[in-house]
Antibody
Framework: QVQLVESGGGVVQPGRSLRLSCAAS????????VHWVRQAPGKGLEWLAV????????YYADSVKGRFTISRDNSKNTLYLQMHSLRAEDTAVYYC??????????????WGQGTLVTVSS | DIVMTQSPDSLAVSLGERATINCKSS????????????LAWYQQKPGQPPKLLIY???TRESGVPDRFSGSGSGTDFTLTISSLQAEDVAVYYC???????????FGGGTKVEIK
């Protein structure tokens, strides 16, 4: 079955960096686009970024453009989110989610359980 | 970006009764070349990630019970739960994916509870 497992969250000081990972299994990872979405505590969903199946195309929300970088290693079936210059407002559960398309359709058909990032001094 | 507005913020419905959630987009998400509405609905139960319920405004994802239905076109959409079950307690989100790549945006969510 399709599984997405995020890791790398934790408590980080403002201004520091953090890299999240998302390990995929149960499907041909290299055939699908993948997204990052976050959810601040008690709040709604915010889409962050998407990467195409082969990593050649990426797209970001304005709120994280220039600070966050999405990437993937298809040989390891793993998606990444490199986050720099973290702010208190980046505190959230970060989810990876599969897109049913190879570039992207914009649907999120499978989600991981999420990893919590807390930005605090 | 396209802004998605859901109403109500929350609603309480008796078991077996109908629940209706509305979603309005700030611009049309109907793509004229294929006549498809780029609108999806997700269900998020407490402590869980969201789950895709409906896409193309009215197509149920595989395995989703037929008591869930989606309707609407252009800028106005509705998710209906025809006969609320206890396991349907959740927050429901609409999301547009019109002509990606472009920022995907979600509605603010509607919390459904049992009356």
């Amino acid at each position: 079955q399709v599984q997405l497992v995020e890791s790398g969250g934790g408590v980080v000081q403002p201004g520091r960096s953090l890299r999240l990972s998302c390990a995929a299994s149960g499907f041909t990872f290299s055939s699908y686009a993948v997204h990052w979405v976050r959810q601040a505590p008690g709040k709604g969903l915010e889409w962050l970024a998407v990467i195409s199946h082969d990593g050649t195309n990426t797209y970001y929300a304005d709120s994280v453009k220039g600070r966050f970088t999405i990437s993937r290693d298809n040989s390891k079936n793993t998606l990444y989110l490199q986050m720099h210059s973290l702010r208190a407002e980046d505190t959230a559960v970060y989810y990876c989610a599969r897109d049913p398309g190879s570039t992207w359709v914009g649907l999120l058909d499978y989600w991981g359980q999420g990893t919590l990032v807390t930005v605090s001094s | 970006d396209i802004v998605m507005t859901q109403s109500p913020d929350s609603l309480a419905v008796s078991l077996g009764e109908r629940a209706t959630i509305n979603c309005k987009s700030s611009q049309s998400v109907l793509y004229s070349s294929n006549n498809k509405n780029y609108l999806a609905w997700y269900q998020q139960k407490p402590g869980q990630p969201p789950k895709l319920l409906i896409y193309w405004a009215s197509t149920r994802e595989s395995g989703v019970p037929d008591r869930f239905s989606g309707s609407g076109s252009g800028t106005d959409f509705t998710l209906t739960i025809s006969s609320l079950q206890a396991e349907d307690v959740a927050v429901y989100y609409c999301q547009q994916y019109y002509r990606t790549p472009r920022a995907l945006t979600f509605g603010g969510g509607t919390k459904v509870e049992i009356k």
